[in-house]
């Protein structure tokens, strides 16, 4: 059962819909913990959960209704929008044609979910436009009906855990389920106290699509039946730090996630690839005993999470000692997407 059906009686809707010609979206990025379930990871299925923190830094979705014969569609992940708008506007009978453009501040294929951010995006667009009266549950479904990722600018198939969706949609932390479900959602208390640095390599060496599966479907998975009662134990003590308000306790837990099971062929694969820089950010956040690190999906972005003083005086240790990387500094972010009306 979706917690979505717990908490509000049958659903859990996503605000409240408005029709109007045009609407504005803001989707934010995800830090992807771990999975929860490598096993449970198919192509072109939901499935796979784990644990996910949503941040504040946002793909922006414009949308007008205009009055041509197709739709113009422009910004990054275009085709991933199109192929969304196609499948929401036969699905709902929806005839007219429309204006996107999205904007993203983040570089793709780095592993914080551009592509689930158009996608999760695309559709609350629809819902707010066309006052379709969507729950999340019915977003997560939507978005699981056409799984996309592009590569070498084409499409392919992808995988999807469902740990992106509900953290878009909720915000905080969330604790998705094997099967795409949500087992929980945290608002992080005092989260304007903590920051949230993002590592990047200036040059992204792009992965393959076959890269990708071989590596979550290969020695990820391999690693993950290898570590799984420990993994389980961890996800558990994180959610019951949690559900007893101690949330430093679970954000500490966290870095023992990051460094058990798939995750330690995630990190050896983009560690390889980068010439062991993930290595060397990780070593470097451990020496200056920062609350919480790790490497965000398959990578090769890395993430740091303490209290703001912590976070400026890394900052500035790392763009010191550490040259070809973008640093981000941002924040958690509590809630999920949200919607204004266009002008």
């Not at 959960?49 to 422009?74: D, M, P, R």
């Not at 991933?80 to 929401?88: E, G, P, Q, R």
């Amino acid at each position: 059962m979706f917690i979505g059906d717990m908490l509000k009686g049958n659903t859990l809707f996503a605000g409240d819909c408005f029709v109007s010609e045009s609407v504005i979206i803001s989707v934010p990025a995800r830090l992807n913990i771990s999975a929860y379930n490598m096993d449970a990871i198919v192509l072109n299925k939901l499935g796979g959960g784990g644990i996910g923190l949503a941040i504040k830094l946002y793909t922006t979705i414009s949308i007008a209704v205009n009055n041509e014969q197709q739709h113009n569609i422009s910004g990054n992940h275009s085709k991933i929008a199109k192929v969304y708008i196609d499948y929401l506007t036969e699905k709902f009978n929806i005839s007219k044609k429309l204006n996107v453009h999205i904007e993203q501040p983040l570089k793709p294929h780095t592993g914080l979910a551009t592509s689930s951010a158009v996608a999760v995006g695309i559709i609350y667009c629809f819902n707010k436009l066309f006052s379709l009266n969507l729950s999340y549950k019915d977003i997560i479904f939507l978005h699981s009906s056409k799984i996309m990722e592009e590569h070498n600018n084409l499409l392919n198939e992808s995988v999807l855990t469902g740990v992106s969706s509900w953290a878009m949609c909720l915000g905080g932390m969330v604790i998705v389920d094997d099967d795409g479900s949500l087992i929980n959602q945290y608002k992080i208390k005092e989260c304007n106290d903590y920051s949230v640095l993002i590592v990047t390599p200036k040059k992204i060496m792009r992965n393959t699509l076959e890269d990708e599966i071989h590596l979550l479907k290969g020695n990820g998975t391999a690693f993950d039946l290898r570590d799984k009662n420990e993994k389980k134990t961890l996800f558990l003590k994180i959610e019951e730090c949690f559900d007893n308000n101690n949330q430093k306790a679970g954000l500490k837990f966290m870095n023992k996630l990051l460094s058990t099971g798939s995750k330690i062929a995630e990190l050896e694969y983009q560690n390889h690839k980068y010439n062991g820089l993930i290595s060397e950010l990780l070593l470097f956040g451990k020496e200056n005993k920062i609350l919480t690190m790790g490497m965000s999906a398959i990578g090769p972005s890395v993430f740091f999470i303490d209290s703001n003083d912590v976070i400026n005086e890394l900052l500035n240790n790392l763009v010191d000692n550490f040259e070809h990387i973008d640093v981000t500094k941002t924040a958690i972010h509590n809630d999920g997407v949200s919607a204004k009306k266009g002008h």
